[in-house]
């Protein structure tokens, strides 16, 4: 038996989107520390776009924007996959069409929208599939390493975060009163993923939050799945409600000597 204890426990993944996804990154763990994965994307057209990548594996479609289809999802995969062990929830979007603009001129739809996928979807994914979890399941969501930074480029994203990060708690109180499943968050730094590359200004992001890590190389999808992992195991057990950070050091490191001789020689 391994440390992490998956082996032959089924968990359900969210969000795939191709290779460089850290849902894929997470499930193909999973599978190597053997687990069964059941996978659901957001649509056919999607699942067309990986029948290379999941080719052999159960894969369902769910838009989680459908509470409808959430419904039809627990149905489907708890009814033929259940007890699941775990659920990872690595869904987000944000309308970023028009280009970065201002707070202050988010539109009511957009904001809507995206917290409804981004962040309501974890609610009533929980609430759809609590008659199919085990009794000590765990579910992990991914969220962003600080939800009180203002960036600019992620606009109305960052308070979207935070209330995904409200849900985790609360979750986790209201399920805790007749079920041991967990629900934490992984807030990772900036990764090199497909879904950031559409943010605009992200590049640059990404370079500065490389160059403040305490080791100065950025954050890899790899480290961020591997804390996924480990929260998904009963190996995490005495951890619920959290958000844990996972940014290699980033959030500690504002005052780089480095980045500041930098700054210092452009003024």
């Known amino acids: 038996m391994s440390f992490l204890n998956l082996t032959d426990k089924t968990y359900l993944v969210l969000g795939v989107a191709n290779k460089k996804s850290v849902a894929y990154h997470v499930a193909a763990m999973i599978e190597a520390e053997g687990g069964r994965v059941v996978y659901s994307v957001r649509s056919e057209a999607r699942q067309k776009s990986l029948e290379k990548l999941l080719t052999g594996k159960l894969v369902y479609t769910c838009d989680v924007e459908n509470e409808a289809e959430i419904k039809a999802l627990a149905e489907a995969v708890g009814g033929a996959h259940g007890p699941l062990a775990g659920i990872v929830h690595s869904v987000a979007f944000a309308n970023y069409s028009e280009g970065l603009k201002s707070f202050y001129e988010t539109k009511r739809a957009d904001f809507l929208q995206a917290t409804s996928i981004s962040a309501f979807s974890l609610v009533e994914l929980a609430g759809a599939f609590k008659p199919y979890l085990a009794k000590d399941a765990s579910v992990v969501t991914i969220s962003i390493s600080s939800t009180e930074v203002t960036a600019a480029n992620y606009g109305y994203m960052s308070p979207i975060k935070a209330a995904l990060e409200g849900c985790v708690r609360f979750l986790a109180k209201s399920f805790s009163q007749d079920t041991q ?73 504002f005052f780089d000597e480095q980045v500041v001789k930098a700054f210092s020689r452009t003024i």
Do not use: C, H, M, W
């Open 181 to 253: 499943v967990r629900f934490n968050a992984v807030k990772a730094g900036p990764l090199k993923t497909s879904a950031s590359a559409g943010i605009p200004g992200y590049l640059e992001n990404y370079l500065y939050a490389e160059a403040l890590t305490f080791r100065k190389q950025a954050l890899v999808t790899e480290e961020v799945a591997n804390t996924v992992l480990f929260l998904l195991s009963p190996r995490s057990s005495g951890i619920n409600g959290q958000g844990i950070i996972v940014d290699a050091g980033l959030g500690q490191n």
